[in-house]
């Protein structure tokens, strides 16, 4: 029952209605000296990352950012430097997956399906590299063993590639939150870290504007909110209602007879 309520709110957060200002394909065009620096000192660019999305504050630090079973029980509270640097270097992929979903919690992103596909491939390739070396160790084939080889330095290279921009992707969208593009939005600082961040219903956006697909942060979502259209429209009827009576004195059918009968009777008295 609760594993089935949390598939139900993760398929919620697929709803997300933000995107992210750059996809993973054009990082590199974006910002490549900080591609290159995130490629070469990854876990140094994760351990900065994760502290400029606590906004500097590493008191509201927790381990993996709340999304694995350890957040909360390593001591993160008396010494949170320590602890981070020891996440970001042994679980260096758990760190930056950790950012990204924090990220995406905060400010409301969606992944495109460019970038899925991207971390998706990713993934499988590792399994196909594991799963060579194993077989490569059962039957003892120097080909399969040259091939496992092959797929693990391959999968290696795409996995540090991938982290790269993943993180280069983080960088930017925190300079977009800080104002580094254009004017500063009004923000407030998120709340405390939860020790599961699964148990939560969508999170609102927080300093960004919900909006619809392809459209930049800070634009209205939808249409504004439309006057009333039944009838009858306000201020209806006037407030002269009901009109004057008709015909008007002097211009109706009987006066004008009236009339005519008087002059034609005084032009025979003439």
């Not at 630090?61 to 079973?69: K, L």
């Not at 060579?132 to 120097?142: C, D, K, R």
């Not at 063993?145 to 999968?155: D, G, H, I």
Request: glycine share 6%.
């Amino acid at each position: 029952m609760a594993s089935q309520e949390h598939l139900d709110k993760m398929q919620l957060r697929q709803n997300y209605r933000n995107l992210w200002h750059t996809d993973l394909m054009g990082t590199i065009k974006v910002d490549a000296p900080y591609c290159c620096l995130a490629f070469w000192c990854g876990p140094c660019v994760s351990y900065l990352l994760r502290k400029r999305a606590l906004y500097n504050d590493m008191s509201r630090y927790v381990c993996c950012a709340g999304y694995m079973p350890c957040s909360g029980r390593c001591g993160e509270s008396r010494c949170p430097e320590v602890c981070l640097a020891t996440e970001v270097f042994l679980c260096f992929g758990n760190s930056v997956a950790s950012t990204r979903f924090m990220l995406q919690d905060e400010f409301n992103i969606q992944t495109t399906k460019c970038d899925n596909c991207i971390i998706g491939f990713m993934f499988c390739l590792q399994q196909i590299a594991c799963i060579f070396s194993i077989v490569a160790m059962i039957v003892g084939s120097e080909e399969i063993q040259e091939a496992s080889q092959l797929l693990s330095c391959l999968a290696d290279m795409v996995y540090c590639t991938v982290c790269a921009c993943m993180q280069t992707q983080h960088k930017i969208e925190m300079d977009k939150r800080d104002g580094m593009f254009g004017p500063q939005p009004v923000m407030a600082v998120p709340p405390v870290q939860q020790m599961s961040r699964i148990d939560q219903p969508i999170p609102p956006s927080v300093g960004y504007a919900p909006q619809t697909y392809g459209q930049p942060y800070g634009q209205p979502y939808g249409y504004p909110p439309q006057p009333h259209q039944g009838y009858p429209v306000a201020g209806y009827p006037p407030s002269n209602y009901p009109p004057p009576a008709y015909p008007p004195s002097g211009y109706g059918y009987p006066n004008y007879l009236s009339q005519h009968l008087d002059s034609k009777s005084h032009k025979n008295n003439c």
